[in-house]
């Protein structure tokens, strides 16, 4: 067996690059970094500060994740996160259950995207296993990737509002607006897959499902009206004087920062650096597609809001151009069987990597051979949230409270992709 | 009829109607902010949800009223009590018809601002005697922005006052039926003090739009995180209440009260008041918030400033009126 790695992480070698498409006419900014290992004893000897736990349950920490932070006033001095409030086991799981039971456990990571969860998987497994996937089920993938990527990125964005507004106030509606778009999408997976959210559609070599009679014409419609809406709600939220006071400058995360951490997605791409697995290192069918890439230099909140609504452009636009041409042919390179000799005898390791809304969600998988039954042998998630929320102890001292929870909301943390 | 009697009756009224109104703007504000997010709001209980504040009053008077127990329980009790209790003290001076007002107060309108910023207090003692951080956050910011913006307020109030030369409300209105509304005429300084004033007014009560002492994304619920049941209903039914008595206010400062045509003038007063609160809630249902320092930023770097600006310019227009009437 051949081992194959995807594309790693962003490398370092590539440059800050000129944004292909300007969205922005503000200046790179810098990182104000805080200090992570900051000693609170030497700092405040007379224990001025006030220590105040954000969460683990809080309306704006995005499931159960913990802020410690040490405040002088209201301004952050120290900011330290705790994860590991949705531990599951995910990954220990994975040596235990064979590789076709593991695809709808998968599901429940990210529960945002499920889509990203299952492909990132199942690439791995065909790559570790050596299977073969037909053209139809990779555009059917790069199809539902591309849909899911406008559903989760509608999810975020309404959050965003709700963090920045309150879910008493402007932020709220915002949201039920996001929502309701994000419903068509939900509606147009569960006449695909029979499940509006955790779809267990990708198995490995191939779709489960198959495209119902009528269905392009569905998505169609779905994309029309959340491009038109779209429109509406940048209008709404992103020219708005009060938003543009709370978001920009606020939560600088600069290139430097971004490639040091690792951070993948949208994120890194605000802060300037043009790199998108999608285009740099294709899977699926997306060699087949030209996909822009939005960057932008600012770094702040409004820089990845910015970034992120772009993105759902541009998934609306390739979603419209490949919904007319899923080309013929089988759906799956093999029978649906429970799991046949050669998945229980494999060894050997393989990395597969999608672009998820979140960034580089990574799955390294080492094969367990003759004596695990059919289950791998260790199985690592790369998962772009929680790099993403790495830059929190950096990006928060200097900020009040209130930009905590905006930083918090922009980075798009999914707890259960964090903790697994 | 003694005056005593007549005020006692007439704040009876005049309390009644007011808890009413508020009662029902909640229903009203729940049907509207559904109608604006694409829902349909309640309907459960009445026709199109009518008895939903009733079956809400009842839910928070089941609950127990918890108090936690590094609260320090005296001021804890005591706060949803005052809040309330200043809300409704605003109403006193507030005329709802040429007769329809509970005491007609020569200094009305430094009565208001007085009672308006008193209810800094309570918010704060709410905020200190729960004893949790989120909290004393929550109060510490009411108080900034209580103290920042009733500099603003009073400016905004100087305004009308000027104009009509007296501080009783009741002669303010009775001086823009003659003259004109003042949000029309004199033009500019009337209608800049009612932008004012009403944006003012509710900051500095930490009213809804400029709730930043609440923002539940960041502080829970702010001052009224430790608070359960009807101490927790106290405090939202002043909120309530101040927001429909800021409205109250405003139209009889700046829309010339129980003046209109037709209908009797208790009916123009409460239209002009109900069309100013849905405006508010208007406001609240889509915008978001802002930072606290922005707030402040914006308090002492325009609205004080231009305030004083104004009650200079109407100063001026009323001596340049006094010497073309000779």
Known sequence: ????????????????????????????????????????????????LMVLNLGPQHPSTHGVFRLKLYLDGELI???????????????????????????????????VSPMMNEQSLVMAFESLLGVEVPRRARYLRTLLAELQRIASHLLWFGAFAMDLGGALGGGSTLFMYCFRERELILDVFEELTGCRFHYNTHMIGGNRHDVPAGWAAKVHSAIDIIEHRLIEYENYLTTNRIYLDRTCGVGVVDADLAMELGITGPILRAAGIDHDLRRDAPYHAYDELEVRVTTDIAGDCEARTRVRLAEIRESVRLVRLMIDGIPEGPLGSRKPIKTNLAEKSERGHAYAAVE?????????????????????YRLKIRSP????LSCLPYVLPGHVVSDAVAILGSVDPIMGEVDR | MSPYLRALIYSLVIITLLLTVTAWSIWF???????????????????????????????LLQKEFLIPESADRALFVLAPPLTVILALGTAAVVPFGSEVVAADLDVGVLYILALGSLTTVPVWIAG??????????????????????EIPLALAALVPVILAGSMSLTDIVNYQIQHGWFVFWPPGPGFLAFLFFLPASLAEANRIPFDIPEAESELIAGVTTEYTGMGFGLLYLAEYLHTLIVSAVASALFFGGWDGPLLPGLHWMVAKTLVLFAGIFAIRWSLVRFRSDQLMGICWRYLVPIGLGLVMVSAIWVQLAKASAQ
Not at chain 1, 89 to 101: A, M, N, S
Not at chain 1, 358 to 369: N, Q, S, W
Request: hydrophobic share 35%.
């Open chain 1, 356 to 376: 998820s809304p979140r960034g580089e969600l990574g799955i390294y998988v080492i094969g367990g051979g003759a004596n695990r039954g059919a289950s791998p």
């Open chain 1, 1 to 48: 067996m051949e081992v194959e790695v995807a594309s790693s992480a962003v490398s370092a070698s590539r440059e800050i690059s000129a944004n292909q498409r300007p969205v922005t006419n503000r200046s790179p900014a810098k990182t104000r970094r805080g200090d992570p290992y900051l000693d609170i004893a030497a700092y405040d000897p007379e224990a001025d």
């Open chain 2, 29 to 59: 504000e729940r049907k509207f902010s559904g109608r604006m997010q694409s829902r349909v709001g309640p309907t459960f209980y009445g026709p199109f949800g009518l008895l939903q504040p009733v079956v809400d009053g009842l839910k």
């Open chain 1, 77 to 111: 001095v120290k900011a330290v996160p705790f994860c590991g409030y949705l531990h599951r086991g995910v990954e220990k799981l994975c040596e235990k259950l064979t590789y076709v039971q593991l695809v709808p456990i998968f599901d429940k990571n990210d529960y």
């Open chain 2, 128 to 149: 200190w005697a729960s004893n949790n951080k989120y909290s004393l956050l929550g109060g510490m910011r009411a108080v900034a922005q209580g103290i920042s913006y």
């Open chain 1, 385 to 388: 949230s929680l790099h993403a």
